[in-house]
């Protein structure tokens, strides 16, 4: 497809079960974002990738959180023994690029996690 | 840890009424962008400014990007119930890193 496309849109899970969201970046996009979103706030800023490798996973809250990215396209953001806390919708974001410092992002339309 | 405050938090106003929207940090930023969201949907980007002192003009929004790149604010001049939605502003912390980071979001309502 043309834009960043991510999976689930929706999720209900159980306190404790592990949960993996996906994203597809647009094509050629090298940089990749994980942010999490709550209760249609400001953006908090988790992970991001150039290529395969993350220069920065400060944003990760706890090591029950990781992400991993391959073939420099598709990422997965992986939540362990998922915590009601961890409600939220995570936005993924993908970008060119090309230019010094953070260009252009382009978001999906998020995955929204929903932990009972 | 750098953090960008965004003010006011909501704001409803009346179709044709001006509002400003503030984006403040203590910290330098290479650049600031501004993106707005609506329900539903990812941000989308209306503007990036690089230089500090600089100032856009985006049909009826204006972004000014603070001299010393710590701040910036979005003006919007006869406001529409189109405009509604969410306003993010965000940063680079550097020119060495693609890491973005996002302000506190700042929820407009305009009302016909």
């Known amino acids: 497809g043309a834009g960043v496309s991510q999976s689930p849109s929706n999720k209900v899970t159980e306190k404790g079960k592990d949960v993996e969201l996906r994203c597809d970046p647009i094509s050629g996009h090298t940089a990749l974002y994980w942010y999490r979103q709550s209760l249609g706030q400001g953006l908090e800023f988790l992970i991001y990738f150039q290529g395969n490798s993350a220069p920065d996973k400060s944003g990760l809250p706890s090591d029950r959180f990781s992400a991993e990215r391959t073939g420099g396209s598709v990422s997965t953001l992986t939540i362990q023994r998922t915590q009601q806390e961890d409600s939220a919708v995570y936005l993924c974001?993908?970008?060119?690029?090309?230019?010094?410092?953070?260009?252009?992002?382009?978001f999906g339309e998020g995955s929204r996690l929903t932990v009972l | 840890t750098q953090l960008l405050e965004q003010s006011p938090q909501f704001l409803s106003i009346q179709e044709g009424e001006n509002l400003t929207v503030y984006c403040n940090s203590s910290s330098v930023f290479s650049s600031l962008q501004w993106y707005r969201q609506e329900p539903g949907e990812g941000p989308v980007l209306l503007v990036t400014v690089v230089t500090g002192g600089e100032v856009k003009k985006l049909k009826r929004l204006t972004f000014q990007f603070g001299d010393a790149r710590k701040d910036s604010s979005l003006h919007i001049t006869a406001a529409q119930p189109g405009d509604t939605g969410l306003y993010l502003c965000a940063g680079g912390p550097s020119y060495n890193t693609d890491k973005l980071i996002f302000g506190t979001g700042t929820r407009l309502q305009v009302f016909p």
């Open positions: 974001a993908s970008s060119l690029a090309i230019y010094e410092g953070p260009g252009e992002l382009f």
